[in-house]
């Protein structure tokens, strides 16, 4: 079991920064592959970045020189820089992919997600 507990959302006006963390807790060896998603009110949730367990990262086509994943220790992070509004949406801390390490596959763990708005 790997516990997530993120923090950092806020209300940001466009072209601000946030960074978001998310701690984590428990069985670390399910922790090799993390990411970050977000989920708008009334889309779907969208793979934003992850982190596998070589250290290797990517981060989604929307985001792509805006956003930085990195963990250290037992914390994940999420960097993000000329945020727009379309960023707006709650964030979730992801561990453990259900397959390849991705965007585009389910996650065993998540947490309770942190609200992120961009006016």
């Known amino acids: 079991e790997v516990q997530l507990v993120e923090s950092g959302g806020g209300l940001v006006q466009a072209g601000g920064s946030l960074s978001l963390s998310c701690a984590f807790s428990?069985?670390?060896?399910?922790?090799?592959?993390m990411a970050w998603f977000r989920q708008a009110p009334g889309k779907e949730r969208e793979g934003v970045a992850f982190?596998?367990?070589?250290?290797n990262t990517a981060v989604a086509d929307s985001v792509e020189g805006r956003f930085t994943i990195s963990k250290a220790g037992t914390n994940l992070y999420l960097q993000m820089d000329s945020l727009k509004p379309e960023d707006t949406g709650m964030y979730y801390c992801?561990?453990?992919?259900?397959?390849?390490?991705?965007?585009?596959?389910?996650?065993?763990?998540w947490g309770q997600g942190t609200q992120v708005t961009v006016s």
């Open positions: 992801a561990a453990e992919s259900l397959g390849f390490c991705r965007l585009d596959v389910d996650f065993r763990y």
């Open positions: 428990g069985n670390t060896r399910n922790t090799h592959c």
């Open positions: 982190v596998d367990g070589t250290g």
